[in-house]
């Protein structure tokens, strides 16, 4: 194994479901003592550290304490997704976080219940966290809109302008150890980049002006359509275990 290959992983039984609940293959070497098998995961790409993120970050003139910031939200008129809006969803989960998880925007389920990753993408959300030893409730979970856009249509360039002091203000808040991108729409306005989620994960960017390690992944939806993808995510989730350590 050469100096970058990562060492396999000793995992554990609940990861272990994680893993099959993920649908994630392994493979357990049994060359090794039973009480030493070790679950071989798909090796990561060579860890590269991108060039500084080129966002712009004006200065947000937002309340900075998270009542004020979520009664902001809630009362938001900034375009027009908030005519069509059943309840906003504001960012949620601890707010000391060291993993600030941020996706697309809120769809059916969550406009219905203001809370972010509660449908089907919420629950692979939450299985793809547990496989990398973290509970939904230890993460905080944010989107880069506050509102859905109609018929889960992609977000567009000024409903993400007129959001981003938000995320800003709630990533300023947490001061995350690492950020995970949940799809393209979050990774490529987080690094203002056009290029595909594909080519953007798999290795360590930096966000804004502190430099916040940022990981990007497939979005869980896309996973549900095409879980062959799920083992690169996993290895995604490996960076990111590697990162916490
Ligand atoms: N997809 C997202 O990107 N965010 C959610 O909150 C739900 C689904």
Redesign the pocket.
């Known amino acids: 194994m050469s100096d970058h290959e990562p060492a396999p992983l000793l995992l554990d039984q609940r990861r272990r479901e994680m893993l099959d609940a993920m649908g994630i293959q392994y493979w357990v070497r049994r060359d090794l003592p039973a009480d030493q098998h070790h679950e071989v995961i798909p090796e990561h790409e060579p860890w590269q550290v991108s060039q500084e993120s080129m966002l712009e970050q004006p200065m947000p003139q937002l309340p900075t304490d998270w009542e004020s910031l979520q009664s902001a939200v809630s009362n938001c008129r900034k375009c027009s997704l908030s005519q069509g809006r059943q309840n906003t969803?504001f960012g949620a989960g601890d707010q000391n976080a060291r993993v600030m998880v941020v996706?697309?925007?809120?769809?059916e389920?969550?406009d219905r219940q203001g809370l972010?990753?509660?449908?089907r993408?919420?629950l692979l959300l939450n299985q793809m966290l547990l496989a990398a030893g973290l509970s939904r409730e230890s993460v905080y979970?944010a989107?880069?809109l506050n509102c859905r856009p109609p018929g889960n249509r992609n977000p567009d360039v000024e409903e993400m302008k007129a959001c981003h002091d938000y995320l800003q203000q709630q990533i300023d808040l947490v001061q995350p150890e690492v950020i995970l991108a949940?799809?393209g729409?979050?990774a490529k306005n987080l690094l203002q980049s056009d290029e595909a989620v594909g080519r953007l994960r798999g290795r360590m960017h930096h966000y804004g002006e502190s430099k916040i390690p940022l990981l990007v992944t497939y979005?869980?939806?896309y996973l549900l359509r095409k879980p062959s993808e799920k083992a690169k995510s996993w290895q995604d989730l490996q960076l990111l275990m590697k990162q916490l350590q």
Request: charged content about 10%; cysteine-free; overall charge negative.
């Open positions: 969803v996706g697309e925007a809120p769809g389920e969550e972010p990753f509660v449908g993408a919420g979970i989107n880069i949940a799809g729409v979050a979005h869980p939806s």
